[in-house]
């Protein structure tokens, strides 16, 4: 390939992306999200998801958990930058412990009648999902599972009337009696 | 109250501000009075401890803030309003943050109850510098602001260095509060920078340095950071080993140019020895360095067949250009010391003699070579001289960004570290001027020199004034071609010689504005009158203008063209337009 004319090298990376989930212990502090984002956006890192709220109120700490995707050199150098902000605790890859749980909660609103809001029902329950809000032509289903299963449970839905979803986002854990 | 009111830790934030400065040992400050930082004024006015230095704009407070905190390893203190006061540092703080300078920025804000009215002067400093700086406050309550001042001053000045700044409202200025005196839980305690280098990971450094046949080490700016300690320790290393040693812009001094195992810089400018022996070398140590992309050329074929070892403290550092195979977290004065004490009581002496002598084939080449002239001055051979006019004296060079700044890296020897302040990172055009301001006022009775190109100068030449002002003899050595040089090589060699907005029109006449400003005025065009003038330069005890008028079309050699790598420098013999051409493959055809 011939170079453009350029005072910088550019270079053609073919790494395979990877998904991870990284849980972000962080003070919680005024400007602390803004940071964390303001690091993905400045230097161009993807966010697929994030979830953050305070987790100890005593000691003021919150808890972000972040899906990103990137080359494995990409996901390294997300973690190094995180750690290396001043309010920020511990990074830990949730992917990498191969150890986690990892959740997120979907309200989901489904609009119909007749058949299909029969079939909305029973699929909701096959799914575990629970009524939260309903009128003679309408259901609010809560579900709570992992990406894939709410993923599947909304294009279950979208034939039968689906009106609208609110997620969350991943929160994650890590399995046995460790903790961060 | 009446029992507070004798206590002597009850003050008011502007006061805990100047308490802060005293108490973390600053003796000068630079700044910018504002609407917004009066009550700060008013305390600085009222005591001696703190002289506070006047710039012209608030980017020169900044960037001699940066030249005074890296030619002393103190801390810089930049003091500026709210509003375009902070926006103005802006620069200056992305380029400390870039080169890793401790710089401690005071900013006026707003009154908090007028924070997101869009008042007058307000802008949202920390939100437009929370990606310029290692990080910033605003602080909200006078009870928090010894606190936070004292992290500040901590934070900038441990780990990897860098800017840090602090939002200080004008109400909470005003307000009285409690100070303390610095204390260590003013600090998060999610800071801990990692100092001491893993054990093993040492060892297996020591024993990838033990066996090498090829070696090279490739020290950076993190060594001068981290003081006097690590460049002994280098120098020792360099010593007992008998290796090689290039080093980046960021690190020249840190071992003497005097050296006899000195390669030069390396990089995109560096020596041809420098670049092949990274290139072929089988084992690399970089010591607070971090594979930038000026240094490394094509990172596919940077130094292909070498086991890397990288000494760095901050973590990001590592693997983020480059793979290495032995990374060491930990400050570099630390981790050498512990390198030297393991190879000294395990390891001896590698034969790398076979290594030198490729080494002294690849020097023959002479890579720096230059054509002197009787009748113009070569850009080279006035910093060449400047340097043979200089050395021995107690001097230290700040620069401009552009060929006077690749020149003065390669033809000014620096024996010691901290003599030479430059903007490396992000490369900004007026640096140099308010820098050498900086420098000057640490060190009052040293000679302080900005090699200059004539368009950088002109985007601080306010500060000229500054230095009129407080009889600061700094030396403004310009490099007059006439052309942004760096900008015209580049159209030159990329872009069909079509020299787009590069040329300097309407130069000012530089010996009157000299004058103008109150200062010295010295020019020459001749070879032959160049030392006397550079020596009336050094003996003129005033600031000096000194337009030195240099071959207008000469360009920078060598050169790694980009998307090239280390073994494929275009030399200045080869440097006629049809190489250049084909070396630039796939750019535009050379005129």
């Known amino acids: 390939m011939n170079q453009p004319a350029s005072a910088y090298f550019i270079e053609e990376r073919h790494d395979p992306n990877e998904t991870h989930t990284l849980a972000v212990l962080v003070q919680n502090e005024p400007g602390v999200l803004a940071r964390v984002i303001g690091l993905f956006s400045g230097r161009g890192y993807n966010i697929e998801s994030l979830t953050v709220s305070e987790t100890e109120s005593q000691t003021h700490l919150s808890r972000i958990t972040i899906v990103t995707t990137g080359t494995p ?24 412990t191969k150890r986690s749980i990892e959740r997120e909660l979907a309200m989901v609103k489904v609009r119909g009648q007749g058949e299909h809001r029969v079939e909305a029902l029973r699929l909701a329950d096959a799914f575990r999902a629970r009524v939260i809000d309903a009128t003679t032509e309408s259901f609010v289903f809560e579900i709570t599972g992992n990406t894939d299963k709410i993923n599947q449970f909304i294009d279950l839905m979208r034939p039968l009337g689906l009106v609208e979803v609110s997620r969350t986002g991943v929160a994650a854990i890590g399995r046995g009696p460790e903790g961060m | 109250m009446s029992d507070k009111s004798h206590d002597p830790n009850q003050m008011t934030g502007a006061a805990m501000i100047v308490r802060a400065l005293i108490d973390h040992g600053v003796t000068d400050i630079f700044g910018y009075p504002g609407g917004a930082v009066l009550p700060i004024y008013d305390e600085i006015f009222q005591q001696s401890e703190v002289q506070h230095i006047l710039v012209r704009h608030e980017q020169g407070a900044g960037h001699a803030a940066e030249g005074y905190a890296r030619s002393t390893g103190k801390p810089g203190v930049a003091l500026v309003t709210s509003g375009p006061g902070a926006t103005n540092m ?16 005071i900013s006026g804000q707003v009154p908090t109850h007028l924070i997101g009215n869009d008042a007058f002067q307000e802008c949202d400093t920390v939100g437009i510098t929370r990606p310029c700086t290692k990080h910033n406050w605003l602080v909200r309550d006078v009870n928090d602001l010894a606190k936070v001042l004292h992290e500040a001053f901590y934070v900038a000045t441990t780990g990897r260095p860098g800017p840090v700044l602090v939002d200080v409202p004008k109400d909470v200025q005003f307000a009285t509060g409690t100070y303390h005196p610095p204390r260590k839980s003013d600090v998060h ?17 020591v024993s990838l340095l033990a066996g090498a046949k090829r070696p090279v080490i490739y020290s950076g700016g993190g060594v001068i950071n981290s003081g006097p300690e690590a460049t002994k320790l280098l120098r020792e290393l ?31 400018h560096g020596t041809y020895e420098a670049n092949m022996t990274m290139h072929d070398c089988d084992v690399m140590l970089c010591v607070g360095a971090r594979f930038d992309d000026r240094i490394t050329g094509r990172v596919d074929a940077f130094s292909p067949n070498s086991k890397k070892i990288h000494i760095d403290i901050d973590p990001s550092s590592i693997n983020k250009n480059i793979r290495v195979d032995v990374p060491i977290i930990g400050d570099c004065g630390n981790i050498l010391g512990d390198i030297l004490q393991v190879f000294k009581a395990e390891a001896k002496k590698p034969d790398v003699k076979t290594w030198w002598q490729q080494i002294a084939q690849w020097r023959a080449r002479n890579s720096l070579y230059y054509k002197k002239s009787n009748d113009v001055i070569l850009p080279q ?8 006019l200089t050395r021995g004296k107690d001097t230290y060079i700040t620069t401009e960004v552009g060929q006077h700044q690749m020149w003065a890296a390669q033809f000014y020897g620096f024996e010691e570290p901290h003599r030479w302040m430059t903007s490396g990172g992000l490369g900004t055009m007026g640096y140099g001027l308010p820098a050498a301001i900086g420098v000057q006022v640490a060190h009052p009775d040293s000679l302080v020199i900005d090699i200059a190109g004539d368009a950088s100068v002109q985007m601080t030449m306010q500060e000229m004034s500054t230095a009129v002002q407080y009889e600061l003899p700094i030396k403004i050595f310009i490099l007059n071609n006439h052309y942004m040089g760096m900008v015209r090589q580049w159209q030159q060699l990329l872009h069909g010689n079509r020299l787009s907005h590069s040329y300097s029109e309407a130069l000012p006449d ?8 109150g ?4 020019q020459v065009t001749k070879p032959g009158d160049l030392e006397g003038a550079i020596k009336e330069m050094i003996s003129v005890k005033r600031p000096v203008l000194f337009d030195c008028r240099v071959a207008a079309l000469e360009n920078c050699f060598p050169m790694i063209p980009s998307g090239k790598a280390h073994n494929e420098m275009l030399l200045p013999e080869q440097a006629n337009d049809e190489a250049t051409a084909k070396a630039f493959a796939g750019g535009k055809a050379l005129v």
């Open chain 2, 510 to 517: 530089f010996v009157k504005l000299a004058e103008a400003y």
């Open chain 1, 73 to 96: 050199m990409v996901i390294q150098q997300i973690k190094h930058q995180l750690d290396r902000m001043i309010p920020v605790y511990q990074v830990v890859d949730m992917t990498q």
């Open chain 2, 238 to 268: 360099v010593e007992v080993t008998g290796f090689p040693i290039t080093s980046t812009l960021m690190g020249l001094g840190a071992y003497p140019a005097s050296g006899k195992n000195w390669l030069g810089m390396l990089g995109m």
């Open chain 2, 519 to 522: 200062g010295v005025g010295l």
């Open chain 2, 381 to 388: 051979h006035a910093i060449q001289s400047l340097f043979e």
């Open chain 2, 189 to 205: 305690r999610s800071y801990a920078p990692r100092v001491k280098g893993d054990a093993t990971q040492i060892r297996k450094a």
């Open chain 2, 90 to 105: 802006v620069t200056p703080l992305t380029d400390a943050l870039m080169d890793s300078i401790p710089l401690v920025c």
